[in-house]
Structure formats: C-alpha cells, structure tokens
C-alpha cells in the first residue's frame, strides 16, 4: 500500500494587500518600489475598484471561487478514490510537481501581460485536461494528462491573486473575496470527495471527472464575460524582454520542479535516493539554490528587476510566515491522505464511509474561512496563528492516540473539526501578508510566492511522511507488512510527526509575527 501513496494536492490561491499596519512594522524597511521598477499605475488599479458595481464584484468573487472549488473538487476525488485508481491505471504523483515548476514564472508573466488573460488561458486548459485525464485508457494516459492540468492550474492560481487584489480595494471587501477563495477549498473537497465515494463504489470514478470538466468550462465562460479587463501598459517586445527576471524565473523554476520530482520519486520507496534518475536533479535542484541567490543580489544591485530579492529574507515577518505556511499544509495535506488511509486500510472502510467521515473537517474549514474574513481586521496576526495552530495541534495529537476500534465520536469527530484551524486561518493571513510586500502591480508574483511555499510544504510533507511510514512498517514485528496491524504503525509515526511540526508552527508563527500588528485594515 505504501507503494502508491501518491496523494496529488490543491492549494488554493488568494492574496490581497493591506499597508496601513504594517508599514509601521516589519514590511516598512524598504521601499517594495526599488525591488519592482516597473512603472506602477495606482490610478488605474484604483479605477478598476470604483467603476466595478456590486453585481460584477458577486461574480468576481462567484467565478474565483468556483474556480477554487473545482480543482479543490478534483482532489477530493483523487483523495477517497486513490486505492481504487492506483488499482486501475496507477497514476503517479505529477500533479503537485508541475504546479510547483510554473508558478513563479507563471505570475511574472501575468504581471506583465494581464491577469484576465493567463487566467482564462489557464481554466479553459484546465477544463480540456480533467476532461482528458476522464478519458486516459493507460496509466501513462493519466500521468501525461493530470500533469498538463497541473501547468494548467499554475496559470489560475496566482492570476486569481491578482484579480482579487485590483478588484477589491484593502479592507472588508477584500478580506472577504479571499476569505471566500479560501472556503473554496474544503467545499470542492466535500463534494469531491462524497460524490467520489459514491461514483467509486457504484459507476465508476470517471464520473466525478465528467463533472468537474462541465463546471470548469462553465466558470471559464463567466469569467470571459465577469472578470474585468486588463489595464495593463501596451507590452512591447522591450518590455516583455526587461521588465521579467527571466534568468531568475528560469532558475527557480528549475530548481523547484526538480526537487519536486525527486520528492515524489523517493515518496514511499527512500531506497530510490541512490538511483542515478534521482541523484542528478537533486544535485542540480540544490546547486540552482545558490545561484539564484547570486543573480538576484546581482540584479538588485544592477537595480533591474528581481523575482525574489535576497532583502526579503531578512524581514522576519515574511521568514516566519512563509515557514508557518510550509509545515501547516505539510500537516494539512498529510492528515487528509494518512487518516484517509487510516479508514480504508486499517479499519476497511469503504470510499464513501470514508468521505463522510470527512465531512466535519470540510464545514469546519468552510466555517474558519469565511468567519476569518468578517474577523481578522479585528484581532493581531500573531495571536490569530498562534492560537489557531496550538489548537489544530490536537487534530493529529488524537489521531496518534486513537484506537482502530473506537466509536468515531470518541476522537476521530474531534480530529476532524480542529484538524482545519490552522490552515484555513493562515490561508487568508499568509496571503495579506505575503502579498503585501509586493506592489500592486506585481500581485500574481506576490500569490505565486504563496502557492509555491504551500505547494513545497505539500511536497515535503508527503515525502517525509511516506517514507517514516513505510520505515516504521517495514521494521514492525508483524510478518506480513500489509497487514492492518503492521500499516497502523507506520500511520500512526505519521501523526506524531504531524502533531510536532504543528507545535513547530505554532511557536514560529506566535513568536516570528509579533511585529506583524493587524491586517486587512481599510486604507483611507
């Protein structure tokens, strides 16, 4: 069974941008101006905000939502159905490592060109491949396929960032249209994952990809129709050429989606470390990291634009929540696959009774989402997280201690409710944040940092967990290692290792924002 956990994940993308607080703390050092010297056109940003009418700013949040909900849809999916799809076609894990390659690259490009543009480039792809992926015939179908709807999916992510952030003016409004990309998330995810349940176990998982592929298209007809249009400088070939760090997005997309896939080349199987296929990219993986920091100092220096200046990294504001972010989706995403195997495996749940077994997690997430956009002008950062994570700290610290024969009330209802806290508040928090050191002009690079430290935190997280469990169930004392009693104990290692870098992020994210203050504050 450890052989195919391969558990494809979705991180939703939102951002938005609130000075007023702190420029009075840490994002004060520096003028976010000199990193970006791109002519930044406020008016026009500020126009965009006051000719939209409430009608079209619904159907901006409407569209940018159900975008969400759609690829969260699809993980939901994939998440109850992998035994049974592994069984089928064995699908591997290439999703996550084609986002991860494209980001970056992916909102430099938006920035310049237009959000509106890559943005319904991206769904409409997207669409045509989950579609594609519903007729794969072969596993290598399936593989090709769900990695194109992943470069598919690098386009929308941070696009939607930047949408969000030059439809909404800083404030309530904003707080809430990223708060609703949030609650996107676990929606998609229930109804993927008990429509999945269903489709698994009676006509077959295809279905739920049929019905993905029709909402898809549908929201990409809406967003022609709902996004507002680009206002954007005409791009010259001079432009398109300067005002891109093409050499720093070359390198760090190199680096990131090669050590994407060494992570899902050794999820599972850590013998494959010693493998030539594997050595190579993770060699060039970590030598792409020093270089690209040299460029970007030089870039800096050279005052010409760079992707991610080195200055950023001394603000400890941003160091901290960039580390939040990693270890809670790291626990986010395992704890779903983990506890999702957890009921097949070990309890021999079927995919639905599985799904339902989810459902306290996805309306606490829904919940935490849309409640932390009406809330989190009110109250500091720092207090927001640390206490958010110390309580999703218990999800996994009960899910160690659990018995298989328990009742599910007894303490699996628990892991499931408190199991969201802290990624769901951090999700709104994290992108105000994030976004916020970048000017309004470069807001799809801002939310494609975001996702790339989510999906890295995916990435490592699933790759650390898989390999502890099959360690641990390799050495159990039980001879036959597929045995239910023999996997518990390599899921349930994976629950103590969640349980402490909650507890990591916990202090991190108390501790490293305290000069955070408040955001989402209306700006005057």
């Not at 579609?131 to 598919?152: D, E, H, N, P, V």
């Not at 006509?203 to 967003?223: D, E, H, K, P, Q």
């Not at 508040?425 to 944040?433: G, I, K, N, P, R």
């Not at 108390?510 to 408040?518: E, P, S, Y």
Request: proline share 4%.
């Amino acid at each position: 069974m450890t052989e195919i956990i391969s558990l494809e994940s979705i991180a939703p993308s939102n951002a938005g941008g609130n000075e007023a607080s702190i420029a009075q703390n840490d994002f004060a050092r520096g003028s976010p101006s000199t990193w970006f010297p791109r002519e930044l056109d406020e008016q026009a940003v500020q126009s965009n905000m006051e000719e939209m009418s409430k009608g079209r700013l619904v159907v901006v949040v409407g569209v940018l939502f159900g975008v969400t909900t759609v690829g969260s849809f699809s993980t939901g999916l994939l998440t109850v159905g992998l035994p049974r799809m592994a069984a089928d076609l064995e699908p591997a894990s290439v999703y996550a490592l084609s986002i991860g390659c494209l980001l970056i690259l992916a909102g430099s490009v938006a920035d310049l060109v237009g959000s509106r543009k890559i943005f319904l480039l991206g769904s409409f792809l997207q669409g045509l491949f989950v579609l594609a992926c519903a007729l794969s015939q072969t596993g290598i179908q399936l593989i090709i396929f769900r990695a194109m709807q992943g470069i598919a999916v690098s386009f929308c992510l941070p696009t939607a960032v930047s949408i969000t952030t030059t439809s909404f003016p800083a404030g309530k409004r904003r707080n809430l249209g990223l708060s609703f990309m949030g609650a996107g998330q676990p929606i998609g995810f229930l109804i993927g994952s008990v429509l999945g349940g269903i489709f698994i176990d009676t006509i077959g998982w295809r279905t739920g990809y049929y019905m993905c592929t029709a909402a898809n298209f549908l929201l990409c007809v809406i967003s022609f129709w709902g996004l507002p249009i680009d206002r954007v400088p005409q791009v010259t070939w001079s432009r398109f050429k300067n005002d891109i760090d093409w050499v720093g997005a070359l390198i760090a997309s190199t680096g990131l989606g090669l050590l994407s896939y060494v992570l899902a080349n050794i999820t599972g199987q850590l013998s494959h470390i010693r493998d030539a296929s594997t050595i190579v990219p993770l060699s060039v993986s970590l030598a792409s990291l020093p270089a690209f920091i040299i460029w970007v100092g030089r870039q800096e220096k050279r005052n010409k634009p760079a992707l991610i200046p080195n200055s950023l990294w001394k603000n400890s504001t941003f160091v901290s929540i960039c580390i939040t972010v990693l270890l809670s989706w790291a626990v986010l995403n395992g704890m779903e696959l983990f506890c999702s195997l957890f009921f097949q495996d070990v309890q021999q749940l079927s995919a639905l009774d599985t799904s339902l077994r989810f459902i306290p997690n996805i309306i606490s997430g829904a919940i935490l989402n849309i409640g932390i956009g009406f809330l989190i002008h009110r109250f500091r950062v720092d207090y927001l997280v640390f206490i958010s994570s110390f309580i999703a700290a218990v999800s996994p610290l009960l899910m160690a201690l659990t018995n298989p024969a328990w009742p599910y009330w007894y303490t699996v209802f628990w892991v499931m409710l408190l199991g969201p806290f802290s990624a769901d508040v951090l999700f709104t928090v994290a992108a105000l944040l994030i976004t916020d050191v970048f000017p309004e002009k470069t807001q799809a690079l801002g939310g494609a940092v975001f996702q790339t430290v989510a999906q890295f935190g995916n990435s490592v997280g699933l790759a650390i967990m898989a390999n502890i469990s099959t360690s641990v169930t390799n050495h159990s004392d039980y001879k036959n290692k597929t045995s239910s009693a023999a996997l518990l104990e390599g899921y349930r290692i994976t629950f103590w290792v969640s349980f402490v870098w909650m507890i990591l992020a916990t202090i991190i994210g108390g501790l490293g924002l305290r000069r955070a203050g408040k955001v989402g504050l209306k700006r005057e």
